[in-house]
């Protein structure tokens, strides 16, 4: 495997603080192009990046997560889609330890790797031949694709001459690698909220894939180490709630900062001057902590365990899957309260919470976000079988 630079933690939080204050002057551009500019996200992935917890083994960082979600919390804080794209492609390159040795190796032999996945339509399945299989069909909200180099294909495994179920069990699917110069772009990612992801489509129609470039999603990677421990779909759920509730600050600060400005119409003094205003910014304040506490209780118990290498229980999961929906759901509502404290100029694009409100909507409709979660923690804590995805 290539030998690629090493850096120490405090590199990677002195760096992430000067990359952040890059992404936020560009933030405009960013949401406009629907994309990172690909000189920024060059830097990016020059910086190592993309490579926080990859192994080390494949030429990564091999971060803590806990030291992960800092970082990810401070791109967040600046602007939901660069926070988003950090967790997303970080977290999916956890996956070099599931695929095959050699495709890994031939993948992160690149210092700007970048895989990146998408959930399939009705339209994909994997036909099984000679070595392995002919994939065909479409996959949407492939964040990060611009500056992807590789994609990742869920599929599933449908015999020669039999027809796909309508819904597919994604135990038996498999994923399948392809460089992305072998995939054909679909420009679809029609929305106004987290722009930059840049969660395109991508289809293929018949494409050979060698059983040397498939895994199976399920496998236990070949590693040990703490942050391969933890459910892959826990590792998205608390990165994605950390950018959420980064959205969630950003926006009260910006409140905060419109509050000792304006004179609200047909009001004689500052909106900060308003008990409303005062009332409103506190409860905010208690809500963003809590559920931050929240995250950060349930995420330590979690970290703590897998560091000691002791087996989660299922109470340290169901937790911790709670605690990222929580925050989610909570981050939805304090940018809400946000957005309506800065009254008409909220509407305005250049107002910051125009575009914090978008990017929380957006977040907040995500498979991560969504409320059968609590049903699963409700089931659990009243001495059910849980079900669900934890």
Known sequence: MTQFPQHDLEYYFETAHELAERVAAQADQIDEERQIPPELAGEIADKGFFRLLLPESLGGAQLGHTDFLKIVEIFAALDGSMGWCINQNNVHATNGLRMPLK???EIYAEYRAVVTNGPPTASVKAVPCDGGYRLSGRWDFSSGFTHATWIAALAPIVP???EREAFFNRQGAIILLMPKKDVTFVDFWPVHGLR???SFSFEVDDMFVPQSRTYD????????????AIPTTLLFASGFSTTALGIAKSSLQTAMDLAVIKIPGRATRLLQDETTTQRIIGEGEAIWHSAKAFLREAHASVWESAQSKEPLTIEQRVKLRLACTFGIRKANDVVRMAYELCGSNAILQTNPVQRQFQDISVASQHIQGRATHFETAGQFYMGMEPEGNF
């Open 103 to 105: 495709t890994a190796e």
């Open 160 to 162: 020669e001459g039999q």
């Open 196 to 198: 930059g992801t840049a």
């Open 217 to 228: 999603p399920t496998s236990q990677p070949r590693e040990d180490g703490p942050v391969y």
